[in-house]
């Protein structure tokens, strides 16, 4: 059942290719800020993924948020998303992304409930 609440964590070690210099959004080997985009994304996603009807997933439509401390190669990184709104299809999220405890991003998402085969077929 889809309640509002619902939330995931999902985490990571920082490794040579989820750095800015690789990323390509940055020139230092530290977290880019696009992949703890991506690490929020995925915790969004996996909090309501068992909610949902057969045959339906989520897409992102918006992100916004702060990425406000580095992190370095072999830091462990961990995003939770917590369901604080259903309008329809439309599911919006708290993010936050943290450090060895401490907040190094934060923000909200935005996703949309859809039928992977008719969003498929409209490529």
């Given at each position: 059942?889809?309640?509002?609440?619902l939330?995931?964590?999902?985490?990571?070690?920082?490794?040579?290719d989820?750095?800015?210099?690789i990323?390509?959004?940055?020139?230092?080997?530290?977290?880019a800020?696009?992949?703890?985009?991506a690490?929020?994304?995925?915790a969004?996603?996996?909090?309501v993924a068992?909610?949902?009807?057969?045959?339906?997933?989520?897409?992102?439509?918006?992100?916004?948020s702060?990425h406000?401390?580095?992190?370095?190669?072999?830091?462990?990184?961990?995003a939770t998303?917590?369901?604080t709104?259903?309008?329809g299809r439309k599911?919006?999220?708290?993010?936050v992304?943290?450090?060895?405890?401490?907040?190094?991003?934060e923000?909200t998402?935005l996703?949309?409930?859809?039928d992977?085969?008719?969003?498929?077929?409209r490529?």
């Amino acid at each position: 059942m889809l309640i509002e609440g619902l939330n995931h964590t999902s985490a990571i070690t920082v490794t040579m290719d989820k750095t800015a210099r690789i990323v390509g959004s940055g020139d230092m080997d530290v977290l880019a800020t696009p992949m703890m985009l991506a690490l929020m994304e995925n915790a969004a996603m996996l909090a309501v993924a068992p909610a949902l009807d057969n045959g339906q997933t989520t897409v992102g439509g918006h992100i916004e948020s702060s990425h406000i401390k580095p992190s370095k190669v072999g830091a462990n990184v961990e995003a939770t998303a917590t369901l604080t709104k259903i309008d329809g299809r439309k599911l919006t999220f708290s993010v936050v992304a943290r450090m060895n405890g401490e907040v190094i991003g934060e923000g909200t998402h935005l996703r949309f409930i859809v039928d992977r085969e008719k969003f498929l077929s409209r490529l």
